[in-house]
Nanobody, 122 residues
Framework: VQLQACGGGLVQAGGSLRLSCAAS????????MGWFRQAPNKERDFVAL????????YYSDSVKGRFAISRDNAKNTVYLQMNSLRPEDTAVYYC????????????????WGQGTQVTVSS
C-alpha cells in the first residue's frame, strides 16, 4: 500500500492541526494505521494507531487527551487531529501501515508515507 501524508505546517502553541494520510494500492481496510514522529536528533517515536475497523485506538502518553486518530475506510484515509499543540510536538510526522494486527513498534510497519513537518512555536 502506498501512503501520502499531508496537513503539516507552522502553528502557535495551543493551536490545532489535522494531518491526513491517503492510501492507495491495496485494500485499506485490511491495514492497521499508525502515526509516528521524529524530532531533530531523536529517534522516531510512536504517536497513535487505529485498528482496521477503527474500533481500537492507542496513543502515546505524551499525546493522550490532545490527539485523536480516526479513519474513513470509504475514502482510504486516516487522520490525526492534533489539539493543544506544544513546542515539544514539533517533528516530522509519518503515517504507516501494517496488515491486520495492532503494534506500537515501528519495525512492525512495512509501509510508510513520506512524512509531513509540524512546527509548533512558543
Amino acid at each position: 500500500v502506498q501512503l501520502q501524508a499531508c496537513g503539516g505546517g507552522l502553528v502557535q502553541a495551543g493551536g490545532s492541526l489535522r494531518l491526513s494520510c491517503a492510501a492507495s494500492g491495496r485494500t485499506f481496510s485490511n491495514y492497521v494505521m499508525g502515526w509516528f514522529r521524529q524530532a531533530p536528533n531523536k529517534e522516531r517515536d510512536f504517536v497513535a494507531l487505529i485498528s482496521t475497523t477503527g474500533v481500537t485506538t492507542y496513543y502515546s502518553d505524551s499525546v493522550k487527551g490532545r490527539f485523536a486518530i480516526s479513519r474513513d475506510n470509504a475514502k482510504n484515509t486516516v487522520y490525526l487531529q492534533m489539539n493543544s499543540l506544544r513546542p515539544e510536538d514539533t517533528a516530522v510526522y509519518y503515517c504507516a501501515a501494517r496488515p491486520l494486527f495492532t503494534s506500537q513498534n515501528q519495525y512492525d510497519y512495512n509501509n510508510w508515507g513520506q512524512g509531513t513537518q509540524v512546527t509548533v512555536s512558543s
